[in-house]
């Protein structure tokens, strides 16, 4: 018997994530959020010193802020904790780094996602659920 592929975008409920039998794809068409408000990235990662490793989503500290946070390969837990080493970035601006933060915007606080890109394709692996969010069809076209 074949796995539910459960297809995952901006309205989706989440809680599917936590369905052990299912695989979790992301909609790769989407593009652009009308007010996703504003998050914060690494100087690093803006500046393309290293490649983004995690995503993660906190309580928003402002009105205008997502809640989302990218870091890199290259951030020590040390940079990161310097304040000056960190900047605001509209969220869609952020996604930049990889089109694939567009499908899990509306993902809940609390969401931990760590970046993987190699052979097997591009993919977010939940580490609160230990499940792998990828493209519904991966292609080098995605990259």
Do not use: C
């Not at 040390?78 to 993902?107: C, K, P």
């Not at 996602?113 to 292609?139: C, M, P, V």
């Amino acid at each position: 018997m074949d796995k539910e592929v459960i297809v995952v975008g901006l309205e989706e409920d989440y809680q599917k994530l936590l369905e052990n039998d299912a695989v979790i794809q992301l909609d790769n068409s989407i593009r652009h959020i009308e007010n996703a408000g504003v998050s914060i990235i690494t100087k690093n990662l803006h500046q393309g010193i290293g490649k983004l490793k995690w995503l993660i989503r906190e309580e928003s500290l402002a009105p205008t802020d997502s809640g989302w946070r990218a870091f890199g390969t290259q951030d020590s837990e040390e940079y990161i904790q310097d304040s000056s080493n960190l900047m605001l970035v509209d969220f869609n601006n952020m996604a930049n780094l990889d089109t694939m933060i567009f499908a899990v915007y509306h993902m809940p606080v609390g969401t931990k996602l760590e970046y993987h890109h190699g052979e097997e394709g591009k993919y977010f692996l939940d580490i609160n659920t230990n499940k792998r969010l990828a493209w519904q069809s991966y292609s080098k076209e995605n990259e």
